[in-house]
Structures are given as C-alpha cells and as structure tokens.
Nanobody, 124 residues
Framework: QVQLVESGGGLVQAGGSLRLSCADSLRTFSIYAMGWFRQAPGKDREFVAA????????SYTDSVKGRFTISRDNAKNTVYLQMNSLKAEDTAVYYCAATSFGGPLRGREQYDYWGRGTQVTVSS
C-alpha cells in the first residue's frame, strides 16, 4: 500500500518561497500520477497541482499558475511542489495524493491515497 509523507511546510513571509516534498515509502511510486491539494480553515480541500506518471504533463489551478511548480523524481520516489511569491491566501494544510489512473487529474475523488498533510502559513 502507498504511504505518502509530506514535509517542507512552515511559516514564511509573503513573497517568500517554500518547497514541499512528498515521499512514498514503497517502490511503486512511478506507477502513480500525483497531485497536491490544500485545505484552509473552514474551506473545502481544493486542487493545487498535478503531474503525470512520467512527469511530462502537469496541471495547475489558476491561482497558482506562474508561482508554483510541481515536479517529481521517480528514482527518489518523491514529488515536489515549489512555491514562490507566496501570498497570505496560500495559507493552508497541503496534502499530496496518488492515483492509479492516468494523470494529471484535478478531482479529489480520483485519488486513491493521501498523506497526512503539512502546514503552510504565509504571514502578510
């Protein structure tokens, strides 16, 4: 079974950068398309970015286009989310997810496995 562990969250000032990582403990990482979602207090979990199995195709929600970059290293069983020019509205718990379907996919219901999340707080 896939076990996803996120890291890299923290407190950063507006305009700053963070890089989130999500590692899979099993050697099956490359068969899954991956996604990042986030959930702010009192709001639904929303799609942020997704990447195909090979890493050749990506998808982003409009609010992060040009600021966030999703990438993956299948040799290290890890997916990344580079977040630049952070804004206060990016504050949320960020979750990575894996899907056995082809990607990149934007729907929460399309993902099979989820990590526990990492907190990102952007101070204004």
């Amino acid at each position: 079974q896939v076990q996803l562990v996120e890291s890299g969250g923290g407190l950063v000032q507006a305009g700053g950068s963070l890089r989130l990582s999500c590692a899979d403990s099993l050697r099956t990482f490359s068969i899954y398309a991956m996604g990042w979602f986030r959930q702010a207090p009192g709001k639904d979990r929303e799609f942020v970015a997704a990447i195909s199995r090979s890493g050749s195709t990506t998808s982003y929600t409009d609010s992060v286009k040009g600021r966030f970059t999703i990438s993956r290293d299948n040799a290290k069983n890890t997916v990344y989310l580079q977040m630049n020019s952070l804004k206060a509205e990016d504050t949320a718990v960020y979750y990575c997810a894996a899907t056995s379907f082809g990607g990149p996919l934007r729907g929460r219901e399309q993902y099979d496995y989820w990590g526990r999340g990492t907190q990102v707080t952007v101070s204004s």
